[in-house]
């Protein structure tokens, strides 16, 4: 598993966020999985593991909730990225 570490900005309530593994340094084929560091609270992590291939097209969704001392990450499934350009 890869640990890749950027702080990008905070996440607040009802936003969303697009996260590319290449832009934290994530090698082609690396395992990684989803780790929310939440400020004040309890950091949370996903369960699923993923298997990173660079352009596949594909995204993992997350929604991160509850409060900041009770926070809870919950997988939705993939979707199709939309076309670029």
Known sequence: MVHADKHKGDTLVGQTVHVDPDDYGV?????????????????????????????????????LSGTTLDAHL??????LNPPTG
Do not use: C, I, M, T
């Open 27 to 63: 090698p082609e084929d690396a395992l990684f999985s989803l780790y929310a560091f939440v400020v004040w609270g309890s950091d949370v992590q996903g369960h699923e593991v993923f298997r990173y291939q660079k352009g596949n097209g594909w995204s993992a969704k997350y929604a």
């Open 74 to 79: 919950s997988y939705k499934g993939r979707e």
